[in-house]
């Protein structure tokens, strides 16, 4: 495998139920990312990790629950969700930061689409 | 208002004519990056600029920071180009954290 992976690439679920997003990256980044597309709205960045640790939360609901056990996999833990959480869940890795204000090129993952009923 | 303007948001040309979409920001920014994304989701990076042009094949990019706008070029454009092109900024206070545009919709007629 090589670049970025996601899955699954599609999941339907219901508004109780309990699922996980998983994304691995296979370039030897330590900066990992969430991101939300939703129809007809631009991309927003939800969560930034570097180096497992948690830099950026852009005031995400509680219902989505990131996890970074290490620099080659994140996930996102989504509970509860609402019918305008469906969307495509994109991730991202890039080179790793000492100082924010260098910004590097990010690889993206295909995406998952999600649909919650 | 959005702080990411893209134009147009949609754009139908024949094969071979010369495109143009532009971008405008009105944060600070560390640097400026074109992605592209094609039916089904799956998003490339095309560049990353922080002044000045850039090229790669038949696509130019183009940065005035004075201005605060950026321009993305295809020349002799083909159908295989039709896509969504989307400009993002890294704001220079976190600049891993992008600010996107809404994204400009592509067809390249045959």
């Known amino acids: 495998e090589t670049g970025v992976t996601q899955t699954p690439r599609h999941l339907v679920m219901g508004m109780t139920n309990k699922k996980s997003l998983k994304c691995e990256q296979h370039l030897g980044h330590n900066a990992m990312y969430w991101y939300k597309q939703s129809a007809k709205k631009p991309l927003e960045l939800m969560f930034v990790?570097?180096?497992?640790?948690?830099?950026e939360n852009n005031s995400v609901p509680s219902r989505f629950s990131p996890e970074c056990p290490n620099s080659s996999h994140l996930f996102l833990h989504l509970h509860t969700l609402q019918p305008e959480d469906s969307a495509l869940y994109l991730c991202?890795?890039?080179?790793?930061?000492?100082?924010?204000?260098?910004?590097?090129?990010?690889?993206f993952g295909p995406g998952t689409r999600l649909t919650v009923t | 208002k959005n702080e990411v303007e893209q134009s147009p948001q949609n754009l139908t040309a024949q094969e071979g004519e010369f495109i143009t979409i532009n971008c405008s920001y009105s944060v600070g920014i560390s640097a400026l990056h074109w992605l592209q994304q094609h039916p089904g989701g799956g998003i490339v990076s095309l560049f990353m600029l922080s002044s000045g042009k850039k090229k790669h094949g038949r696509l130019i990019a183009t940065i005035n920071i004075q201005e605060k706008h950026s321009s993305l070029h295809i020349t002799a454009s083909h159908p295989r180009d039709s896509a969504v092109y989307i400009c993002?900024?890294?704001?220079?206070?976190?600049?891993?954290?992008?600010?996107f545009g809404q994204g400009t919709r592509l067809t390249i007629n045959p």
């Open positions: 993002a900024v890294g704001v220079i206070q976190g600049a891993q954290k992008l600010v």
């Open positions: 991202a890795s890039s080179q790793d930061w000492a100082q924010g204000e260098v910004s590097y090129e990010q690889y």
């Open positions: 990790y570097n180096f497992k640790e948690q830099t």
